[in-house]
């Protein structure tokens, strides 16, 4: 791997509700290599989002973010306003999930590109901003660039204002690019045409990606590495084919077994409910869905330990593992 350019440690977040402070991150490790894809998986409200929403500083005054973050060296959290917009777009960027509501709808789409160009290289002439928002959209792949430049958001498609969302996340050429399920919403062939996209973004900038998503077979195709999340934390963690090849934990094996693939006429769904994180269990959140559980399982939060090129928060992991080879 290449050199670490994004560091996450014991990171926790809660947010003050009318109901009482509602812990939707709770002690979370991430590495992030320059050049890596990075899959960030779980399903909704595992708090996927949330901490690297956490980790750019832009979630709202209500939430209390504590822990570490060092991009580049550089602490994030509790640095000043001026310190977190000059690493936002510069050397950390985010494609947002509903690219409609990230982008202004009364602005052109290059005066877009432009304001985040300007933003972080106000030297730069009108002239060469201009032109590199055309190039920058030509590399995102949509087609006639220097005219579409000069048209607005609601004259895009859908997956064009993906590819847009794109250009404005890699004007500055970051080291660091999160794309918060950028495919959502957008029917299976724009999909694979923008995770196309990303790839080649990744490939030709030599940018860390981080893809955050609930789909594994996302993930599957484009990931070097995988964090699996399950109520506010890691449970799981490792390569991509280590994972999909012998997943040691009961969530990230429930997650496989409920895709659909070949030979199996019948998905089989993961029981239950995730917890309620107003009042999050005492041990392993995925207990009470977990058919494997004991009531050790009940009692404290199993930490993350390595097992084989996997590192999995569960005590019952070896156990587990060796009945499915004898099986």
Same mark, same amino acid.
Not at 112 to 135: F, G, T, W
Not at 159 to 179: D, E, S
């Given at each position: 791997?290449?050199?670490?350019?994004?560091?996450?440690?014991?990171?926790?977040?809660?947010?003050?509700?009318? &109901?009482? /402070?509602?812990? +939707?991150?709770?002690?979370?490790?991430?590495?992030?290599?320059?050049? =890596? *894809?990075? %899959?960030?998986?779980?399903?909704?409200?595992?708090?996927?989002?949330?901490?690297?929403?956490?980790?750019?500083? &832009?979630? /709202?005054?209500? +939430?209390?973010?504590?822990?570490?973050?060092?991009?580049?060296?550089? =602490? *994030?959290? %509790?640095?000043?306003?001026?310190?977190?917009?000059?690493?936002?777009?510069?050397?950390?960027?985010?494609?947002?999930?509903? /690219?409609?509501? +990230?982008?202004?709808?009364?602005?052109?789409?290059?005066?877009?590109?432009?304001?985040?160009?300007?933003?972080?290289?106000?030297?730069?002439?009108?002239?060469?901003?201009?032109?590199?928002?055309?190039?920058?959209?030509?590399?995102?792949?949509?087609?006639?660039?220097?005219?579409?430049?000069?048209?607005?958001?609601?004259?895009?498609?859908?997956?064009?204002?993906?590819?847009?969302?794109?250009?404005?996340?890699?004007?500055?050429?970051?080291?660091?690019?999160?794309?918060?399920?950028?495919?959502?919403?957008?029917?299976?062939?724009?999909?694979?045409?923008?995770?196309?996209?990303?790839?080649?973004?990744?490939?030709?900038?030599?940018?860390?990606?981080?893809?955050?998503?609930?789909?594994?077979?996302?993930?599957?195709?484009?990931?070097?590495?995988?964090?699996?999340?399950?109520?506010?934390?890691?449970?799981?963690?490792?390569?991509?084919?280590?994972?999909?090849?012998?997943?040691?934990?009961?969530?990230?094996?429930?997650?496989?077994?409920?895709?659909?693939?070949?030979?199996?006429?019948?998905?089989?769904?993961?029981?239950?409910?995730?917890?309620?994180?107003?009042?999050?269990?005492?041990?392993?959140?995925?207990?009470?869905?977990?058919?494997?559980?004991?009531?050790?399982?009940?009692?404290?939060?199993?930490?993350?330990?390595?097992?084989?090129?996997?590192?999995?928060?569960?005590?019952?992991?070896?156990?587990?593992?060796?009945?499915?080879?004898?099986?």
């Amino acid at each position: 791997m290449g050199e670490l350019v994004l560091s996450i440690r014991d990171l926790r977040v809660t947010f003050d509700t009318p &109901l009482g /402070p509602l812990e +939707a991150v709770r002690g979370v490790d991430i590495d992030v290599h320059e050049g =890596e *894809m990075m %899959g960030v998986v779980g399903e909704s409200g595992s708090g996927k989002s949330v901490t690297f929403l956490a980790a750019m500083g &832009l979630l /709202p005054h209500r +939430a209390k973010v504590t822990g570490s973050v060092t991009l580049n060296g550089q =602490e *994030m959290i %509790g640095a000043s306003n001026k310190v977190l917009r000059n690493m936002r777009g510069g050397l950390m960027s985010m494609i947002f999930q509903d /690219p409609l509501s +990230a982008l202004n709808p009364v602005h052109r789409i290059g005066d877009q590109i432009v304001e985040m160009l300007k933003a972080h290289q106000p030297k730069m002439s009108d002239k060469d901003a201009a032109n590199r928002a055309v190039e920058l959209l030509d590399i995102v792949g949509i087609p006639q660039a220097a005219e579409r430049a000069h048209q607005y958001p609601h004259e895009f498609s859908g997956g064009m204002r993906q590819r847009v969302v794109i250009a404005i996340a890699i004007a500055n050429n970051p080291k660091v690019l999160i794309a918060d399920e950028p495919t959502t919403a957008l029917d299976v062939t724009v999909q694979a045409q923008i995770l196309e996209v990303i790839e080649r973004v990744q490939k030709y900038f030599g940018t860390a990606v981080v893809l955050i998503t609930h789909d594994l077979g996302v993930i599957a195709r484009v990931a070097d590495r995988v964090n699996v999340m399950y109520a506010g934390r890691n449970v799981e963690k490792g390569g991509v084919d280590a994972l999909f090849d012998h997943p040691s934990h009961p969530y990230t094996r429930g997650l496989l077994a409920s895709l659909p693939h070949e030979g199996v006429e019948r998905l089989t769904p993961i029981i239950g409910f995730p917890p309620n994180m107003l009042t999050p269990p005492p041990g392993c959140g995925f207990a009470p869905r977990c058919s494997h559980a004991t009531d050790a399982c009940l009692v404290s939060l199993p930490p993350l330990r390595a097992f084989g090129d996997l590192e999995t928060a569960c005590i019952r992991a070896e156990e587990l593992v060796m009945k499915a080879g004898l099986s």
